[in-house]
C-alpha cells in the first residue's frame, strides 16, 4: 500500500469512528427525553439527539450528520423497539435529518460563531416548516392507523382550546414544539462545538 493509499484509509477509519462514537452517543441522549405537556400531546417528547449529528455535520460535512441520524435512529428502534410501528422513529430522522443537512450546509460555506448561528436558525426554521408538512401529510395519518385520529386531536384539545382539527394541531402543537426543540438542541450546539471540534479534527 502506498503513503496515499495508507493515508486514505487512515482517515476513511477515523471518520467512521468518529461517526460511531456520535450514533451511540446521539442514540443514548434519545433515553434522555421528556414531554412539553404545556404546548403538545406527551407521546409528543423532547430531546437533545440531534446535537452530536450537528456537531458531525459541522465537522464532516452534512452528510455524515444525516448518516448519524440515521444510525441512531435504526439503533433506538431495533435496541429500545418501538410503540408507535416505527412511525416515530421514522419521524425523528425525517425531521432530525433537515435539521442537521441545512444547518451543517450553511456553516460548511460560512465557517464564522455568526455562520453557525445563521445556519442553525435555518435549520430550526426548515425543520419546523418540513416536520409540519410531513407530520400532517405522512406521519400523523400513519398514527391514525394505530390510534383513532379523533382521540390524537383530542389530546392535542388538552393542551389548547384552540386545536379541534389536525391542521390545528399542527399549528399550535407541532410548530412551537420544534421551534422549541431547535433552540434547546441549538444552543447546547453552540456551547459544545468548540469544545469538542478539535477532538474530530485531529
Known amino acids: 500500500m502506498n503513503p496515499i493509499e495508507k493515508s486514505a484509509t487512515g482517515y476513511s477509519t477515523k471518520n467512521l469512528t468518529r461517526i460511531s462514537l456520535l450514533s451511540v452517543i446521539a442514540f443514548l441522549l434519545m433515553y434522555v427525553e421528556f414531554p412539553l405537556t404545556f404546548i403538545?400531546?406527551?407521546?409528543?417528547?423532547?430531546?437533545?439527539?440531534?446535537?452530536?449529528?450537528l456537531i458531525g455535520g459541522f465537522a464532516m460535512g452534512p452528510l455524515v450528520g444525516v448518516c448519524i441520524e440515521f444510525v441512531k435512529c435504526i439503533l433506538i428502534f431495533f435496541v429500545r423497539g418501538t410503540?408507535?410501528?416505527?412511525?416515530?422513529?421514522?419521524?425523528?430522522?425525517?425531521?432530525?435529518?433537515?435539521?442537521?443537512?441545512?444547518?451543517?450546509?450553511?456553516?460548511?460555506r460560512h465557517k464564522t460563531y455568526g455562520g453557525a448561528v445563521l445556519g442553525l436558525l435555518i435549520g430550526v426554521v426548515s425543520m419546523t416548516a418540513f416536520a409540519t408538512m410531513s407530520n400532517?401529510?405522512?406521519?400523523?395519518?400513519?398514527?391514525?392507523?394505530?390510534?383513532?385520529?379523533?382521540?390524537?386531536?383530542?389530546?392535542g384539545r388538552a393542551v389548547?382550546?384552540?386545536?379541534?382539527?389536525?391542521?390545528?394541531?399542527?399549528?399550535?402543537?407541532?410548530?412551537?414544539?420544534?421551534?422549541?426543540k431547535g433552540f434547546i438542541t441549538?444552543?447546547?450546539?453552540?456551547?459544545?462545538?468548540?469544545?469538542?471540534?478539535?477532538?474530530?479534527h485531529r
Do not use: H, Q
Not at 140 to 149: A, S, T
Open 40 to 53: 403538545a400531546p406527551p407521546f409528543i417528547k423532547l430531546d437533545v439527539s440531534d446535537m452530536p449529528a
Open 83 to 108: 410503540t408507535t410501528g416505527g412511525v416515530g422513529e421514522l419521524s425523528n430522522f425525517i425531521v432530525g435529518a433537515i435539521f442537521v443537512a441545512a444547518s451543517s450546509a450553511f456553516y460548511r
Open 136 to 155: 400532517y401529510f405522512v406521519v400523523f395519518p400513519l398514527y391514525g392507523k394505530i390510534m383513532p385520529m379523533e382521540a390524537i386531536i383530542e389530546m
Open 160 to 180: 389548547t382550546s384552540r386545536v379541534d382539527s389536525l391542521w390545528s394541531l399542527m399549528i399550535y402543537c407541532i410548530v412551537p414544539f420544534n421551534l422549541i
Open 186 to 200: 441549538s444552543m447546547v450546539t453552540l456551547v459544545l462545538y468548540k469544545r469538542v471540534s478539535y477532538l474530530l
